[in-house]
């Protein structure tokens, strides 16, 4: 496999381009990906590292929505019931696009008023039937002991049953990575820790951008007959970079999870708390051998790296003693983390006030178009969308999408041998790692550690092998020793302090790598352990 070289990238990067697409999280590199297989000359550019953000901070959840199907019901709210049934449809395509990446989990709800119970049970059978033939199982009504039995976790008392649904799971950060690679893939250039500073306009309209490599501080500029801002949250950012009276078209939440150890979720079962004391919705999952919890919902500014705040921190762990027999304690979180929701308002529409989860594309005088709102499940819905607007209002003349059926890098997975795989990997823990992490080239990465003497672990008591970060820098675009720990191998979202301790070395092999100066890997090291160090 070639090495990906961020410098020849940057070369091409001031060619012209057809679409620049502004924002490498979900949807920009959906847009990307989807736009470049198409056969446009694609140009992604990301001002930190691909899912740096949002996409990299969600509830790794891939899903239709429990709670906006309720919502729906209740509101009869079209948008909210359309929002699930795409979501539903998009979770079956992601399970099938990246099997490495994506997997069924089934989820408890405890419930503890007998009333409780039909009305969840068909709520949930509901959920099922909208999913079609793309259902992932069926919804079923659990006693008491079985509920106990299945999440040891539970408070008994009180307890009447539990209602089990399936969903699907997935490493959100890992699946953005493999849509940037498969849209190199297909040809598009796409280029981290490169900020869009300003856009060149011509009679009025934008067909161009200047940008700063983040990296070197050098400034270049790029031509291209499109312009698509997905920046999430940040949308309105870009907007007023082309206009600054444009009107807000976003309200952001925060949304704050917290990692504990594997022992308070079982390793098949996740449980969803359908009501907090103020109406929230909490997950509480297992996540590569860790627990997952979360979500608050407070409305926040559009705020680059945000923290959670102790408030928040202590309002989830107040509810996880509410529902589990064992105590929980702030000792034992291992990671926390903030992640930004962007809730969209159409500004063309009368009703400003009304918020939707849905996605708006927005064209503005100059021709820049943002495409806003949305989750992470329907990213691909999204850049589709996006896409389609373009080929009709510019004739564009493009061929069907084929995003629905293209696999992602590494999601070939039948033609990998697991057998191999793991007679050759030093453990089976690090075997299973390997696939659900690289798919069909966890063999290739194992085959480099093995030439290059990279088999150690990074650190103790995670699966992960040295060889991943040369692996990262040489064919991931990782260029900093963050994009390694949080976004490639995840490891400070899961465990904070264990991070810290493979971050010396993450840097030393990425120096090698790089070729940085010592003066330069001092710099990358004190980067990476003041950020970590101020993580909650």
Same mark, same amino acid.
């Given at each position: 496999?070639?090495?990906?070289?961020?410098?020849?990238?940057?070369?091409?990067?001031?060619?012209?381009?057809?679409? &620049?697409?502004?924002?490498?999280?979900?949807?920009?590199?959906?847009?990307?990906?989807?736009?470049?297989?198409?056969?446009?000359?694609?140009? &992604?550019?990301?001002?930190?590292?691909?899912?740096?953000?949002? !996409?990299?901070? !969600?509830?790794?959840?891939?899903?239709?929505?429990?709670?906006?199907?309720? =919502?729906?019901?209740?509101? &009869?709210?079209?948008?909210?019931? +359309?929002?699930?049934?795409?979501?539903?449809?998009?979770?079956?395509?992601?399970?099938?696009?990246?099997?490495?990446?994506?997997?069924?989990?089934?989820?408890?709800?405890?419930?503890?008023?007998?009333?409780?119970?039909?009305?969840?049970?068909?709520?949930?059978?509901?959920?099922?039937?909208? =999913?079609?033939?793309?259902?992932?199982?069926?919804?079923?009504?659990?006693?008491?002991?079985?509920?106990?039995?299945?999440? /040891?976790?539970?408070?008994?008392?009180?307890?009447?049953?539990?209602?089990?649904?399936?969903?699907?799971?997935?490493?959100?950060?890992?699946? +953005?990575?493999?849509?940037?690679?498969?849209?190199?893939?297909?040809?598009?250039?796409?280029?981290?820790?490169?900020?869009?500073?300003?856009?060149?306009?011509?009679?009025?309209?934008?067909?161009?951008?200047? $940008?700063?490599?983040?990296?070197?501080?050098? %400034?270049?500029?790029?031509?291209?007959?499109?312009?698509? +801002?997905?920046?999430?949250?940040?949308?309105?950012?870009?907007?007023?970079?082309?206009?600054?009276?444009? /009107?807000?078209?976003?309200?952001?939440?925060?949304?704050?999870?917290?990692?504990?150890?594997?022992?308070?979720?079982? /390793?098949?079962?996740?449980?969803?708390?359908?009501?907090?004391?103020?109406?929230?919705?909490?997950?509480?999952?297992?996540?590569?051998?860790?627990?997952?919890?979360?979500?608050?919902?407070?409305?926040?500014?559009?705020?680059?790296?945000?923290?959670?705040?102790?408030?928040?921190?202590?309002?989830?762990?107040?509810?996880?003693?509410?529902?589990?027999?064992?105590?929980?304690?702030?000792?034992?979180?291992?990671?926390?983390?903030?992640?930004?929701?962007? %809730?969209?308002?159409?500004?063309?529409?009368?009703?400003?006030?009304?918020?939707?989860?849905?996605?708006?594309?927005?064209?503005?005088?100059?021709?820049?178009?943002?495409?806003?709102?949305?989750?992470?499940?329907?990213?691909?819905?999204?850049?589709?969308?996006?896409?389609?607007?373009?080929?009709?209002?510019? +004739?564009?003349?493009?061929?069907? !999408?084929?995003?629905?059926?293209? /696999?992602?890098?590494?999601?070939? $997975?039948?033609?990998?041998?697991?057998?191999?795989?793991?007679?050759?990997?030093?453990?089976?823990?690090?075997?299973?790692?390997?696939?659900?992490?690289?798919?069909?080239?966890?063999?290739?990465?194992?085959? &480099?550690?093995?030439?290059?003497?990279?088999?150690?672990?990074?650190?103790?008591?995670?699966?992960?092998?040295?060889?991943?970060?040369?692996?990262?820098?040489?064919?991931?675009?990782?260029?900093?020793?963050?994009?390694?720990?949080?976004?490639?191998?995840?490891?400070?979202?899961?465990?904070?302090?264990?991070?810290?301790?493979?971050?010396?070395?993450?840097?030393?092999?990425?120096?090698?790598?790089?070729?940085?100066?010592?003066?330069?890997?001092?710099?990358?090291?004190?980067?990476?352990?003041?950020?970590?160090?101020?993580?909650?």
């Amino acid at each position: 496999m070639a090495d990906l070289d961020r410098k020849s990238l940057l070369k091409k990067a001031e060619d012209r381009f057809d679409l &620049l697409v502004i924002g490498g999280g979900a949807t920009g590199a959906g847009v990307a990906l989807d736009a470049a297989s198409r056969g446009l000359k694609t140009l &992604l550019v990301e001002k930190y590292d691909f899912s740096a953000q949002t !996409s990299s901070r !969600s509830t790794k959840l891939i899903h239709g929505g429990v709670r906006y199907l309720e =919502a729906a019901i209740k509101r &009869l709210d079209r948008v909210q019931w +359309n929002l699930v049934k795409d979501a539903l449809k998009e979770r079956s395509v992601l399970l099938r696009i990246a099997p490495h990446l994506a997997k069924k989990i089934e989820l408890l709800t405890p419930l503890y008023r007998a009333i409780e119970v039909p009305y969840f049970l068909t709520g949930l059978k509901l959920y099922e039937a909208l =999913a079609g033939k793309e259902r992932l199982g069926r919804a079923y009504f659990l006693p008491k002991q079985e509920a106990l039995r299945r999440f /040891p976790q539970l408070k008994a008392e009180g307890l009447k049953g539990g209602v089990v649904y399936a969903d699907g799971q997935f490493d959100d950060a890992r699946m +953005n990575v493999a849509l940037v690679l498969t849209a190199l893939e297909k040809g598009a250039v796409a280029i981290n820790h490169a900020e869009v500073t300003g856009f060149i306009k011509e009679g009025g309209k934008v067909v161009g951008a200047e $940008i700063r490599d983040r990296l070197s501080g050098d %400034l270049f500029a790029t031509r291209a007959r499109m312009i698509v +801002n997905a920046t999430g949250p940040f949308a309105d950012r870009i907007r007023r970079l082309d206009d600054p009276e444009a /009107p807000p078209m976003l309200a952001t939440s925060s949304g704050v999870h917290l990692v504990l150890p594997g022992k308070y979720a079982p /390793p098949e079962t996740g449980l969803l708390i359908p009501r907090t004391e103020d109406g929230r919705v909490l997950f509480v999952l297992p996540w590569h051998d860790h627990t997952l919890v979360g979500t608050t919902d407070e409305p926040a500014a559009p705020t680059e790296h945000p923290r959670p705040t102790e408030a928040e921190v202590t309002y989830i762990l107040r509810h996880l003693k509410k529902h589990f027999a064992i105590d929980v304690t702030k000792d034992e979180v291992r990671s926390a983390w903030s992640g930004l929701r962007p %809730l969209v308002k159409d500004p063309r529409a009368q009703d400003t006030a009304k918020l939707a989860r849905d996605h708006v594309i927005v064209e503005s005088a100059s021709g820049l178009v943002t495409i806003a709102g949305g989750k992470w499940t329907t990213y691909r819905k999204m850049a589709l969308d996006v896409v389609d607007h373009l080929n009709r209002t510019r +004739n564009l003349g493009l061929p069907p !999408s084929e995003t629905q059926t293209l /696999p992602l890098k590494g999601g070939r $997975i039948e033609s990998l041998d697991r057998t191999q795989l793991e007679r050759a990997a030093p453990s089976p823990e690090v075997a299973e790692h390997l696939y659900h992490t690289y798919g069909d080239q966890a063999l290739a990465v194992l085959t &480099l550690a093995r030439e290059e003497n990279l088999l150690g672990p990074l650190v103790e008591g995670f699966p992960h092998l040295e060889a991943e970060v040369v692996w990262s820098a040489r064919h991931e675009l990782a260029e900093h020793p963050l994009d390694i720990l949080e976004r490639r191998t995840r490891i400070a979202f899961l465990d904070q302090k264990a991070a810290l301790l493979a971050l010396p070395r993450v840097t030393e092999l990425m120096a090698q790598e790089k070729g940085w100066s010592e003066a330069e890997k001092a710099r990358m090291l004190r980067e990476s352990e003041a950020w970590l160090t101020i993580a909650p």
